[in-house]
Nanobody, 127 residues
Framework: QVHLVESGGGLVQPEGSLRLSCAFS????????MGWFRQAPGRQREFVAT????????KYATSVLGRFSISRDNAVNTTYLQMNSLRPEDTAVYYC????????????????????WGRGTQVTVST
């Protein structure tokens, strides 16, 4: 069974930065595409970013393009979300997700395509 634990959330001022981490355990990390999603109060969970098994393919939501960067380190079974130039509208609970795939370049933007989820980490952008 895959286990995902997010960390790195917190309170940050507008235009600040945070780096989220997602620790993966239970299976072979390099066999899974990874994704980050977020959910703000009163809103549906939305896609943020995804990265392929090989890290050779990434995709981002339009709202975070150029500000956020997803990466992974298969040696330490962790995926990251570097968030720069944060805005109040980025405030949400951020979730990490994992999906097994045979294809090294597959990425997934739809939350229904993911089997495993972490519990989330709160990010608050405010003065």
């Amino acid at each position: 069974q895959v286990h995902l634990v997010e960390s790195g959330g917190g309170l940050v001022q507008p235009e600040g930065s945070l780096r989220l981490s997602c620790a993966f355990s239970g299976r072979t990390f390099s066999s899974y595409a990874m994704g980050w999603f977020r959910q703000a109060p009163g809103r549906q969970r939305e896609f943020v970013a995804t990265i392929s098994r090989s890290a050779g393919n990434t995709k981002y939501a339009t709202s975070v393009l150029g500000r956020f960067s997803i990466s992974r380190d298969n040696a330490v079974n962790t995926t990251y979300l570097q968030m720069n130039s944060l805005r109040p509208e980025d405030t949400a609970v951020y979730y990490c997700a994992a999906q097994f795939t045979y294809y090294i370049n597959n990425v997934y933007e739809d939350s229904t395509q993911y089997t495993y989820w972490g519990r989330g980490t709160q990010v608050t952008v405010s003065t």
